[in-house]
C-alpha cells in the first residue's frame, strides 16, 4: 500500500460475533444545537456495521465521543440525543447507559441479548480515555467480548477506546474503516493518472506535511484558500492585508522547490476576490492580478483561477480534496469552494475517482447538495491526511496483529 508494510488486520466478516457482546467504538462527533442533532452523516456511516452484528445474533455496545468535555460531566455533550437518533435508523430500540464504565454500564451491557443494542454515554467525560489510562481501558474493555473499531475518524489518536482497550479483547475493523482504509489506498496505492490534489483551508503548518509528501504521489498541486497566501508571499508576491503565516515562508518555498524538482506541476491561485473588510455582505472584487492591493484581505479565489481549477479536474483522473478555497461558510466568499465540489462532482460521474476529506469541506458539498456524488466522502479529515503523510494510524497499529 504505502513505503512502510502493511499491517494485518481482522476485519468484522471475519470474526465470530453470534452471541458474543461486541464492543464497537464508533466517530458520533456529530454537530448539535442543544439537544439537536444538526446532521445524521455520522451514525449513518455506521448502519452496515450495525445490521451486520444485528443480523449475526451479536449483542452490540457502543462507545463513542461528543464533543470536548475535558474529563467532566456536561449535560450538553451527553450521547442520549444520539441513541434516540440511532433508534429512529435502526428501525428497533437502543438501550442507553449513563457512564461508559462502572455497575451501570455493565449492567446494562449483561443484560442485552442477541440482536440488542446499547450506546454508552460520552467516552469523554472521563479524563482517563483521552490519557490512555490502563485501567480504564480494561474497565472499558469489561462491556464487551470482543472489540470493533469503526471510528475511522478517531483513529489517529491513541486513546483507551482505540488503543488501549485492544489489550483486553480480540478485535478487528469494521465496514467504515475498511472502506476508509480501500479508497485512501487507492489514492496512495496506485491512483490512476493524472492524480491532482486540490488542498485549502488556513493553516499552511496544519498541511505542510501532507504537501510534502503528496508531492511524491500527485502530478499536480492545486493550492487554494488563506494558505495560498503564504506560498504566494513566499515568491515575492504582494498579499495585502490576507492571512499570512509568516514562520511558514521558508517551508512553503520548500514545497514550491520540491515541487519544481519532481516534475509536479504546483498552481496557486492568480486572481482573488478581495474585501476591505470581512463582513458577511461585504462587497468582493476581483483582482485582476496575482497581487493583492496593500489595503485589501483576500476572501476567496477568483473567476481566472476558478476557470483553471476546474479545467485540471476536468483532466484528472484521481482527485483527493481537502479544505476550502474561501470563507466558504459566508455565501458570497464561496464561489471557489462550490466550484471545485461541482467540479469533483462532474469528474465522477465520468468515472474518476474522487475523494474527499474533512470537515470543512463535506460541509461545502452538504450544502451544495453534492455529497452523494463523490467517490468517496471520508468521515476523518485529521486520519485521512496522515494516512496519507504515511503515518501509521494508533488505531490501527493498536489492532494489528
Ligand atoms: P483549516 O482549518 O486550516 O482547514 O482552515 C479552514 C478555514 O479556513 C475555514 O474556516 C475558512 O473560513 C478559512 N479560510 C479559507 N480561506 C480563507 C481566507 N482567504 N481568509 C481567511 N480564512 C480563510
Known amino acids: 500500500m504505502t513505503d512502510k508494510p502493511a499491517l494485518k488486520l481482522k476485519r468484522l466478516q471475519d470474526m465470530a460475533v453470534k452471541g458474543r457482546r461486541a464492543l464497537v467504538r464508533v466517530d458520533y462527533n456529530v454537530p448539535m444545537k442543544g439537544s439537536r442533532i444538526e446532521d445524521n452523516s455520522r451514525i449513518r456511516e455506521t448502519l452496515k456495521t450495525l445490521e451486520h452484528l444485528i443480523a449475526e445474533g451479536a449483542k452490540v455496545v457502543l462507545v463513542a465521543h461528543l464533543g470536548r468535555p475535558k474529563g467532566k460531566v456536561e449535560a450538553k455533550y451527553s450521547l442520549r440525543p444520539v441513541a434516540a437518533e440511532l433508534a429512529k435508523l435502526l428501525k428497533r430500540p437502543v438501550a442507553f447507559a449513563d457512564d461508559c464504565v462502572g455497575p451501570s454500564a455493565e449492567k446494562a451491557a449483561a ?107 500527485v502530478d499536480s498541486l492545486l493550492i ?40 509536479v506541476e504546483c ?59 474561501g470563507i466558504f461558510e459566508m455565501p458570497s466568499f464561496s464561489h471557489g469552494s462550490r466550484a471545485v465540489a461541482k467540479a469533483m462532482a462532474e469528474a465522477t460521474s465520468r468515472g474518476a475517482t474522487t475523494i474527499v476529506g474533512g470537515g470543512d469541506s463535506l460541509s461545502v458539498l452538504a450544502k451544495a447538495g453534492l455529497a452523494g456524488k463523490m467517490s468517496h466522502c471520508s468521515t476523518g479529515g485529521g486520519a485521512s491526511l496522515e494516512l496519507l503523510e504515511g503515518k501509521t494510524l494508533p488505531g490501527l497499529a493498536a489492532l494489528a496483529s
Open 111 to 217: 443484560a442485552l441479548k442477541p440482536g440488542e443494542v446499547l450506546l454508552l454515554e460520552n467516552l469523554r467525560f472521563h479524563a482517563e480515555e483521552e490519557a490512555n489510562d490502563p485501567a480504564f481501558a480494561k474497565a472499558l474493555a469489561r462491556n464487551g467480548e470482543l472489540f470493533i473499531q469503526d471510528a475511522f475518524g478517531a483513529l489517529h489518536r491513541a486513546h483507551a477506546s482505540t488503543a488501549g482497550v485492544t489489550r483486553h479483547l480480540p478485535g478487528a475493523i469494521g465496514f467504515l474503516v475498511q472502506r476508509e482504509l480501500e479508497f485512501l489506498d487507492r489514492v496512495i496505492g496506485n491512483p490512476q493518472r493524472p492524480f491532482l490534489a486540490v488542498i485549502g483551508g488556513a493553516k499552511v503548518s496544519d498541511k505542510l506535511a501532507v504537501l510534502d509528501k503528496l508531492l511524491e504521489r
Open 224 to 263: 487554494g484558500g488563506a494558505m495560498a497566501y503564504t506560498f504566494l508571499a513566499a515568491q515575492g508576491i504582494n498579499i495585502g492585508k490576507s492571512l499570512l503565516e509568516k514562520d511558514q515562508i521558508d517551508a512553503a518555498k520548500a514545497v514550491i522547490e520540491k515541487a519544481y524538482n519532481k516534475k
Open 267 to 325: 498552481l496557486l491561485p492568480a486572481d482573488h476576490l478581495v474585501v476591505r473588510e470581512i463582513r458577511e455582505d461585504g462587497a468582493a472584487v476581483a483582482t485582476q492580478a496575482m497581487a493583492i492591493p496593500p489595503d485589501m484581505i483576500g476572501v476567496d479565489i477568483g473567476p481566472h483561477t476558478i476557470e483553471f481549477f476546474v479545467e485540471r479536474i476536468a483532466k484528472a483522473q484521481t482527485i483527493f480534496w481537502n479544505g476550502p478555497m
